[in-house]
């Protein structure tokens, strides 16, 4: 590795950058890993609901249940809870799951608050709590897939050879269910075949929570598990009407799932994610909130990738629709590395450091690099919560995880973000970006940039610049609240002028004038977009370093060279322009492809391949 980063040193023909990229000194990596993940065979399909009179059901209760029902306004969530709650042989969500004999039954939760201690404080087996050495199903550290690049298992060794490994194969997933997951619903029974669709009588399940509302019914995983309910091959899952609280992962995890639905569900104070689909389709998250999340509210990544070879920017399919959420007060209120084939709209991502975010950063992700996702008809405001100096400078998110506060507001960001951002698209492909309102972000309304492919493990030099291409922006609102009120962006359009088929046409801003960074102006969509170009160093230098964050760091809470974590300033009324701001239909005079020859292209490259591989080498 050393080597290579010689040899790559001496492409880095200004002096400058070399100085630079040696500046850039390792600091730790922090993820959690996951097996290897493939998409469904695309044969699923979107459950329905079955209702609250299915005739395959469990009902799970606790010993207040009747109080609270009793409480309860009157009305029909009143009436159906009392109803069942004679019905009521469980006192914990996964027992009643365990029982389960047929497919599509509905596991009823009445009111009441579950912290299912079983499973919590679960004694494991002797192979179970050495799987480090014991496996059957072992992975090799090759296939870990990890929110960055690590050799790290994330085993924790404790007394006479124990083990607690994060990055487990389905098959042990299965055998320890409750390692990693509070609750859990496995649904391929034959793990050692080549299919990953469900083939057991857990197929179609449904978790329904039966209040008026979704806090009526509360999982409380208190940090005990990486996950507070995880579907995995669990085709035809529905999960309603409850609240899941105090992961340190994912509260809601949906794994190689073909056909789910996540409905009027609230997820608050995680450590990382609220909802988290990976690697699945017919999807559907819908009516639900996310909040007080140290990443992501809402994060659909690896979608299956069914665009893959589409060359149009119309889709065939999309993959998993996330419509009328509210998602606030998070890291982000959207992200998804290689989130593929993905339709968000009428959504309000709000109050968060990022609104929204789509990348192509991170390896081992299926479906690299990200393309053809929609953002359409949502509001992406205020996205300006500083949560890095308030809670990681000042030492909470250093506390113990259960002491720092999650419920009461506090957010310990995982990964670096620009605070103040609307929308981020870090080497993304065909993206439309249209008809939302996006306004009040304080840096940037939007953000392009390119990524190139040694980020991801790709190292053939066709691919380094498949990134930041054919993407749209158009008939958005910039700076207009869905009232008619002017609330500037910052900038309208931060792009570095990296690649091909890229347009932002036909939005609206404030005061009539469009603000932005880019260096040539673009053609119109119609006469193909912007013309390639590498990226400019001179702009993507800038937060190069910001890939270094580690929150467990002190000297990398603030990695040197990086804005993003700095509160950008409150934008003044913008002065009315004395005319309409329209794409030009020419292009730009400069050869996009003779720049991609000169050595300050050439030392770009070379210094992001290096931040890549010094990153790479953070865990060794």
Same mark, same amino acid.
């Given at each position: 590795?050393?080597?290579?980063?010689?040899?790559?040193?001496?492409?880095?023909?200004?002096?400058?950058?070399?100085?630079?990229?040696?500046?850039?000194?390792?600091?730790?990596?922090?993820?959690?890993?996951?097996?290897?993940?493939?998409?469904?065979?695309?044969?699923?399909?979107?459950?329905?609901?079955?209702?609250?009179?299915?005739?395959?059901?469990?009902?799970?209760?606790?010993?207040?249940?009747?109080?609270?029902?009793?409480?309860?306004?009157?009305?029909?969530?009143?009436?159906?809870?009392?109803?069942?709650?004679?019905?009521?042989?469980?006192?914990?969500?996964?027992?009643?799951?365990?029982?389960?004999?047929?497919?599509?039954?509905?596991?009823?939760?009445?009111?009441?608050?579950?912290?299912?201690?079983?499973?919590?404080?679960?004694?494991?087996?002797?192979?179970?709590?050495?799987?480090?050495?014991?496996?059957?199903?072992?992975?090799?550290?090759?296939?870990?897939?990890?929110?960055?690049?690590?050799?790290?298992?994330? +085993?924790?060794?404790?007394?006479?050879?124990?083990?607690?490994?994060?990055?487990?194969?389905?098959?042990?997933?299965?055998?320890?269910?409750?390692?990693?997951?509070?609750?859990?619903?496995?649904?391929?029974?034959?793990?050692?075949?080549?299919?990953?669709?469900?083939?057991?009588?857990?197929?179609?399940?449904?978790?329904?929570?039966?209040?008026?509302?979704?806090?009526?019914?509360?999982?409380?995983?208190?940090?005990?598990?990486?996950? @507070?309910?995880?579907?995995?091959?669990?085709?035809?899952?529905?999960?309603?009407?409850?609240?899941?609280?105090?992961?340190?992962?994912?509260?809601?995890?949906?794994?190689?799932?073909?056909?789910?639905?996540?409905?009027?569900?609230?997820?608050?104070?995680?450590?990382?994610?609220?909802?988290?689909?990976?690697?699945?389709?017919?999807?559907?998250?819908?009516?639900?909130?996310?909040?007080?999340?140290?990443?992501?509210?809402?994060?659909? @990544?690896?979608?299956?990738?069914?665009?893959?070879?589409?060359?149009?920017?119309?889709?065939?399919?999309?993959?998993?629709?996330?419509?009328?959420?509210?998602?606030?007060?998070?890291?982000?209120?959207?992200?998804?590395?290689?989130?593929?084939?993905?339709?968000?709209?009428?959504?309000?991502?709000?109050?968060?450091?990022?609104?929204?975010?789509?990348?192509?950063?991170?390896?081992?992700?299926?479906?690299?690099?990200?393309?053809?996702?929609?953002?359409?008809?949502?509001?992406?405001?205020?996205?300006?919560?500083?949560?890095?100096?308030?809670?990681?400078?000042?030492?909470?998110?250093?506390?113990?995880?259960?002491?720092?506060?999650?419920?009461?507001?506090?957010?310990?960001?995982?990964?670096?973000?620009?605070?103040?951002?609307?929308?981020?698209?870090?080497?993304?492909?065909?993206?439309?970006?249209?008809?939302?309102?996006?306004?009040?972000?304080?840096?940037?309304?939007?953000?392009?940039?390119?990524?190139?492919?040694?980020?991801?493990?790709?190292?053939?030099?066709?691919?380094?610049?498949?990134?930041?291409?054919?993407?749209?922006?158009?008939?958005?609102?910039?700076?207009?609240?869905?009232?008619?009120?002017?609330?500037?962006?910052?900038?309208?359009?931060?792009?570095?002028?990296?690649?091909?088929?890229?347009?932002?046409?036909?939005?609206?801003?404030?005061?009539?004038?469009?603000?932005?960074?880019?260096?040539?102006?673009?053609?119109?969509?119609?006469?193909?977009?912007?013309?390639?170009?590498?990226? +400019?160093?001179?702009?993507?230098?800038?937060?190069?370093?910001?890939?270094?964050?580690?929150?467990?760091?002190?000297?990398?809470?603030?990695?040197?060279?990086?804005?993003?974590?700095?509160?950008?300033?409150?934008? @003044?009324?913008?002065?009315?322009?004395?005319?309409?701001?329209?794409?030009?239909?020419?292009?730009?005079?400069?050869? @996009?492809?003779?720049?991609?020859?000169?050595?300050?292209?050439? +030392?770009?490259?070379?210094?992001?391949?290096?931040?890549?591989?010094?990153?790479?080498?953070?865990?060794?």
């Amino acid at each position: 590795m050393a080597r290579v980063a010689r040899i790559l040193l001496t492409l880095l023909v200004a002096p400058g950058l070399s100085a630079l990229a040696l500046t850039v000194p390792a600091s730790p990596a922090q993820a959690h890993e996951e097996r290897p993940a493939g998409f469904p065979d695309e044969t699923g399909k979107r459950p329905k609901f079955l209702g609250y009179d299915n005739a395959r059901h469990r009902v799970v209760c606790r010993p207040n249940s009747a109080k609270r029902i009793k409480a309860m306004p009157p009305g029909r969530a009143k009436q159906r809870s009392r109803r069942m709650l004679d019905e009521c042989r469980f006192g914990s969500i996964q027992t009643a799951i365990d029982s389960i004999k047929r497919r599509r039954t509905s596991i009823y939760v009445l009111p009441g608050t579950y912290h299912e201690k079983k499973y919590a404080r679960d004694k494991r087996s002797y192979y179970c709590s050495h799987l480090e050495t014991e496996s059957k199903d072992a992975l090799l550290s090759a296939e870990y897939i990890g929110s960055l690049s690590s050799p790290d298992t994330g +085993a924790q060794e404790g007394t006479n050879g124990e083990s607690n490994p994060i990055a487990l194969s389905y098959a042990d997933q299965r055998r320890c269910p409750h390692n990693l997951n509070l609750i859990a619903v496995f649904g391929d029974r034959t793990p050692r075949n080549d299919s990953i669709s469900c083939d057991s009588k857990f197929c179609g399940t449904q978790i329904v929570g039966t209040g008026r509302r979704s806090l009526d019914v509360i999982i409380d995983n208190r940090f005990s598990k990486l996950n @507070g309910i995880r579907i995995d091959r669990g085709g035809g899952a529905y999960v309603r009407n409850l609240t899941v609280q105090q992961s340190e992962f994912n509260a809601i995890y949906v794994l190689e799932t073909d056909g789910f639905v996540i409905d009027r569900v609230l997820t608050r104070g995680n450590d990382e994610y609220g909802i988290l689909a990976f690697a699945s389709d017919h999807g559907l998250i819908q009516n639900s909130e996310a909040y007080f999340n140290g990443d992501s509210g809402i994060y659909p @990544g690896s979608g299956a990738d069914l665009n893959a070879d589409n060359p149009n920017f119309e889709v065939t399919r999309y993959a998993i629709e996330i419509r009328n959420n509210s998602s606030h007060d998070n890291a982000l209120g959207y992200s998804g590395t290689a989130g593929n084939s993905i339709w968000a709209h009428h959504n309000d991502f709000y109050d968060n450091a990022t609104g929204i975010a789509t990348d192509s950063l991170f390896p081992g992700h299926p479906g690299l690099p990200q393309d053809h996702a929609r953002w359409n008809h949502n509001r992406v405001f205020s996205n300006n919560s500083n949560y890095y100096t308030e809670f990681v400078d000042t030492g909470i998110c250093a506390k113990p995880m259960a002491e720092r506060g999650y419920l009461d507001g506090t957010v310990c960001p995982v990964i670096p973000v620009p605070v103040g951002t609307g929308v981020l698209i870090a080497g993304g492909n065909f993206n439309s970006t249209d008809h939302n309102w996006i306004y009040d972000n304080w840096r940037y309304g939007t953000m392009q940039l390119w990524v190139p492919a040694a980020l991801r493990d790709d190292y053939d030099p066709r691919h380094m610049y498949d990134t930041s291409n054919h993407n749209r922006t158009f008939k958005n609102k910039f700076g207009i609240s869905p009232s008619g009120r002017e609330r500037p962006n910052g900038m309208d359009h931060w792009w570095d002028d990296q690649g091909n088929g890229n347009c932002w046409e036909d939005n609206e801003y404030a005061g009539g004038k469009r603000t932005d960074n880019f260096t040539f102006p673009v053609p119109s969509c119609a006469d193909g977009g912007s013309v390639f170009t590498p990226g +400019a160093f001179v702009k993507d230098a800038g937060f190069l370093s910001c890939v270094e964050y580690d929150r467990n760091d002190p000297d990398w809470r603030h990695p040197p060279g990086c804005s993003w974590f700095d509160s950008p300033s409150r934008p @003044g009324p913008r002065a009315a322009a004395a005319a309409p701001v329209s794409a030009p239909t020419s292009a730009p005079a400069t050869s @996009g492809m003779a720049l991609a020859a000169t050595p300050l292209a050439t +030392a770009v490259t070379g210094l992001l391949l290096l931040a890549g591989l010094r990153r790479r080498q953070r865990a060794a």
